[in-house]
């Protein structure tokens, strides 16, 4: 045991050191050119030596507090389906998987507040949801009316800043729980541990998610129901093999779609 717990805070140390470097080296990236600039840590190496520490700290503290969160509804046997043989998502495990993506996450949409938006075709959907512009397949005719009713919800509260705001802050909601859902089905269905974590703390660290999640474009709710389309068909083939029935939430972006 004692050695086990010797092995996961060293890999542990590996992974904060990790991200502490790919921050550090982030600090030194041009924008402007696209490109890293060395001189840049160079110039000040014990500004960047301090940084590394601080950040590797940081890290490592926030993934030891991740995984003790992820562990907390964690059990090693499989769950027992339900009565009528439907495959059992427990409601405890999805918000265990999907309250830290919603946390980490927070942030890129507070310093960009009130969001991102990613081109015209976010305008175009307004307005053909609320009826200014007819209806067009260029665009998912349902995420249409959803931009329409979010932007106008939010509109109510906080003028155009509030709408595109909502707007964000669903989409994100919605991203940190199609990626909860699907780690919890599969840890249910007896993904180690060891992978489960991996899984969240990729999902929660790597920038590219959170910011695919708070731009107000058509692709990151298209993303979400596509992405449970084909976990949903997983399931179906799974379960049918299984003689059970898939979980009901699995089912819902056929619908959608």
């Not at 507090?65 to 339900?82: G, Q, T």
């Not at 998912?140 to 959803?146: A, I, K, L, Q, T």
Request: with cysteine.
């Amino acid at each position: 045991m004692k050695r086990g717990r010797t092995k996961g805070g060293f890999l542990l140390s590996v992974a904060a050191i990790l991200f502490a470097c790919l921050t550090v080296a982030g600090s030194a990236y041009d924008l402007t050119d696209q490109s890293l600039l060395p001189e840049r840590i160079l110039a000040r190496p014990n500004t960047f030596l301090i940084l590394l520490v601080v950040c590797a700290g940081f890290f490592y503290a926030g993934l030891r507090a991740l995984f003790r969160w992820v562990d907390r509804y964690d059990r090693k046997e499989m769950s027992e389906p339900e009565a009528d043989g439907r495959l059992r998502v427990r409601w405890k495990g999805w918000m265990t998987a999907t309250v830290p993506l919603l946390v980490c996450w927070s942030p890129y949409l507070i310093l960009t507040y009130p969001g991102t938006i990613g081109g015209m075709d976010y305008f175009w959907q307004i307005l053909q949801g609320g009826g200014a512009l007819p209806l067009s397949n260029h665009h998912p005719v349902f995420g249409s009316f959803v931009f329409y009713g979010l932007y106008h919800l939010g509109y109510r509260v906080n003028g155009a800043a509030g709408g595109v705001f909502i707007t964000c802050l669903v989409q994100m909601i919605t991203m940190a729980s199609v990626m909860g859902y699907c780690v919890t089905v599969l840890s249910e269905q007896g993904l180690p541990r060891w992978a489960r974590r991996v899984v969240i703390a990729f999902f929660c660290l790597c920038p590219i998610f959170p910011a695919h999640a708070i731009i107000a474009v058509k692709d990151s709710f298209f993303s979400d129901a596509a992405v449970m389309f084909f976990f949903s068909c997983f399931l179906q083939v799974w379960c049918e093999r299984e003689s059970l029935r898939p979980p009901v939430p699995s089912r819902l972006p056929c619908l959608v779609l």
